[in-house]
């Protein structure tokens, strides 16, 4: 369960102040697929970043599984991001010096799972994404739909409570958005809590609930007609 | 319960850092990763080698002064006294020393030694001549406490019946040695040559038997007879030596032994009692200290070269990679795993480097050096370099590689997470 209350995110840049996100307020229940929708600029990614604790608003406080993250030092957050966290970056972003299994590997290793356990589980991750025969490919050797399935196992593999996903389809052709998108929706099947930030208004649709965003405020919170 | 939660975090940090740094390492370009190496083996072998040669060139001073020169112990006459009168007493006390190995009697004067083949065009013309010290020796034991027979680059050493042989040190003539054009040499001197030598008022012929090179040059201007042939010719019946010269058995405390002869020999002071240490001329222990001072200056600046390659190679692979610095960070993996990274590959580049010039200079420059000295007026340089000077110098720049890995990677994992990843 995420609690955010009242979070307002201000950036300052030179003698100009933006407030990316005004005093928003919501709680996500487990298991939940949510989508964040909204413009450009609407404050949906800062938003994601406030949950996901890579940034740290300037007001308010987000609360997840009764914990106040505002009180976790940086070091805490790091630590409670790999027990409870997965994150999918909009630009894949995964590791180009390691290769598929390995960039699956790391969390479990630094969760201390040993070499070969982290190895098999990393597999399995991978066999989820449909890439089982990409397993010793380095990332220049993947394209963009195999990179954010790499992403994504690499998100999953840990058993994180939430899954966060930003723009995870931005850069993808249809074909690799929708086979992202299906891996969500069976994730989130079984019972995985997703929290997904898309300009896309059709794969909004496939979340659970969507929230849009409008200059730093939620414009509606209403379920999505779920597709099946 | 506290302590081991953070033994199991820096045991994570430790295998993860090795697991990134391992894979980074073995999938960098190997041109780049071989041309690190070679720079800090280049950092290595100048931090050695530079002060190592300039070491070399000391110790060669100082043990060529000792081996051919002083040994472990000299006796000396005290300044008011030409030789050593009571000789035959102090030999004894010499002989009864507890590390007694061996002892040379020398028997010194200035001399003259003519060249009369040299082409006169009147007979009233002087030969070519040179100024030498002619040391009178016993060749027995004299080779005993210096070994000088291993040093006869040309000849034989002297016999010890050979009462009109003269071993001539190599300063004494020009195919051997360049001296300024007030130091002269005889020149077409070898082997059966026959040469005057002229004492006071006294000459003999005697017959070059060989040519020493020992690389000390005070040996080397020497001449070498003798003592019996010699002591007629300075009227010294009295077996009164000039100087002794001691060898101690190896390991031996020549302190104690200096302090055993002053307390048990009666006319001690008659003699000035030296250890090979006291012996030394100043100038040599001046450029000693010189010497180790400006390799120690060398060595330092190749370790700040080093250090500042080391640091700018990890801070540019990890401000290149300060992205992915922030996804590791964003997907769990500690800040402290990630300079573990850094600081392993670091380590790695610097112990390579150690390695690979450790190896150059004990399987290569180190035996080359021993042929091929460097010559030097006054001596002959070779590489100093011990063992546990190679590990200090090793453990000082693998430290140095801990600091310059360390640092840079601890500058970009500090930087805010999200500003790495968005590379704001």
Partial sequence: MITVKDITRIFTIGDNTLTALKKISFAVPGGQFLAITGMSGSGKSTLLYQLSLLDTPNQGVVTIDDIDTSKLTNEEKISFRLKNLGYIFQDYAILPMLTAKENVMMPLLMHGIDEGVAQKRAIDALMKVDLQDRLDNLPSQLSGGQQQRVSIARAIVHNPKILFADEPTANLDSESSEKVLDIFLDLHRQGQTIIMVTHESEYAKLAQRNIELRDGKIASDKPAKLKT | MKILDLFSKFQKDIFVGRFL????????????????????????????????????????????????????????????????????????????????????????????????????????????????????????????????????????????????????????????????????????????????????????????????????????????????????????????????????NSGSNREEAKGYILNNFSYNTDVIVETAEETLPKAISDMKKTFSMLGNIVGV?????????????????????????????????????????????????????????????????????????????????????????????????????FISGYVPARMVTKQNTLDAILGR
């Fill in chain 2, 21 to 248: 740094a391992f894979r980074e390492l073995k999938r960098n370009n190997p041109w780049s990763t071989a041309l690190i190496i070679f720079v800090m083996s280049l950092t290595f072998l100048n931090m050695v080698l530079m002060g190592g040669i300039l070491t070399g060139l000391a110790d060669g001073m100082m043990n060529s002064f000792k081996t051919y020169y002083s040994s472990d112990i000299l006796i000396k006459p005290a300044t008011q006294y030409i030789s050593i009168s009571q000789s035959g007493m102090l030999n004894s006390v010499i002989k009864s020393l507890p590390s007694y190995k061996a002892s040379s009697s020398r028997y010194t004067t200035p001399a003259i030694l003519e060249n009369e083949n040299k082409v006169k065009i009147r007979n009233t013309e002087i030969g070519q001549r040179v100024s030498s010290t002619t040391v009178g020796i016993n060749p027995k034991d004299e080779d005993a406490v210096t070994g000088i027979s291993s040093e006869i680059i040309l000849g034989e050493y002297l016999k010890e019946y050979d009462t009109d042989g003269i071993i001539l040190g190599k300063s004494l003539l020009a195919e051997y040695s360049q001296g300024s054009s007030t130091e002269p040499r005889l020149k077409g001197v070898t082997i059966g040559s026959r040469l005057k030598l002229i004492i006071g008022n006294k000459d003999i012929d005697v017959f070059v038997r060989g040519i020493v090179d020992t690389g000390n040059s005070t040996v080397d201007s020497r001449a070498f007879m003798l003592e019996s042939t010699m002591r007629p010719l300075v009227n010294n019946y009295s077996l009164s030596a000039s100087e002794i010269a001691v060898l101690l």
């Fill in chain 2, 301 to 401: 600046i190749s370790l700040i070269v080093g250090a500042i390659t080391i640091f700018i190679v990890i801070f540019v692979n990890a401000i290149t990679r300060r992205k992915y610095i922030g996804i590791m960070k964003g997907i769990g993996i500690s800040a402290r795993a990630i300079e573990v990274s850094y600081v392993m590959q670091s380590l790695f580049y610097a112990l390579s480097g150690i390695l690979f010039s450790s190896l150059i200079i004990v399987w290569f420059l180190a035996p080359w050096f021993d042929i091929h000295p460097l010559k030097f007026p006054v001596t002959e340089g070779k590489l100093a370099v011990t063992t546990s000077g190679l590990v200090i110098r090793g453990l000082i720049l693998t430290l140095t590689a």
